[in-house]
């Protein structure tokens, strides 16, 4: 019996649904930046959600990974971490990213991605480039 009840919180992990995004978005996709509040991303912008928690994700100069531990439909995105390379699209780079920081929501839509910030701000992503 003792090893019954010992056992039991890691049966249960193994149970429990994914809550996070990743339980929700294809794990396998990568989600390109189509826009940001209405207007064209100009640049190349992804973010994906492979394991529970998880977020990878490229902007127009460097890789960046985080955690994301909300349930769905919240989104808090953890310290980012991130490459530190300069490019030409570096205005756009600090755009994803402040936009990026600034998200609170998450809806998933087949192979579209929408991020608010539950006011007035949101940036859609689409699986395949625009």
């Given at each position: 019996m003792l090893?019954?009840?010992?056992?039991?919180?890691?049966i249960l992990t193994g149970c429990l649904k994914d809550e996070t995004v990743s339980g929700y978005a294809d794990p396998d996709a990568t989600y390109?930046?189509?826009?940001?509040?209405?207007?064209?991303?100009?640049?190349s912008a992804s973010i994906s959600?492979?394991?529970q928690g998880a977020v990878r994700g490229r902007g127009?100069?460097?890789d960046f990974s985080?955690?994301?531990?909300?349930?769905?439909?919240w989104l808090e995105i953890g310290p980012m971490v991130a490459t530190r390379a300069t490019c030409a699209d570096q205005p756009q780079e600090n755009q994803f990213f402040q936009a990026l920081a600034g998200m609170t929501l998450i809806e998933v839509l087949g192979n579209t991605l929408i991020l608010r910030d539950g006011g007035d701000q949101e940036m859609v992503f689409h699986t395949a480039r625009p």
């Amino acid at each position: 019996m003792l090893r019954l009840i010992l056992a039991l919180p890691i049966i249960l992990t193994g149970c429990l649904k994914d809550e996070t995004v990743s339980g929700y978005a294809d794990p396998d996709a990568t989600y390109f930046l189509a826009e940001i509040n209405g207007a064209p991303f100009g640049a190349s912008a992804s973010i994906s959600f492979p394991t529970q928690g998880a977020v990878r994700g490229r902007g127009p100069c460097n890789d960046f990974s985080a955690r994301q531990l909300a349930p769905y439909p919240w989104l808090e995105i953890g310290p980012m971490v991130a490459t530190r390379a300069t490019c030409a699209d570096q205005p756009q780079e600090n755009q994803f990213f402040q936009a990026l920081a600034g998200m609170t929501l998450i809806e998933v839509l087949g192979n579209t991605l929408i991020l608010r910030d539950g006011g007035d701000q949101e940036m859609v992503f689409h699986t395949a480039r625009p």
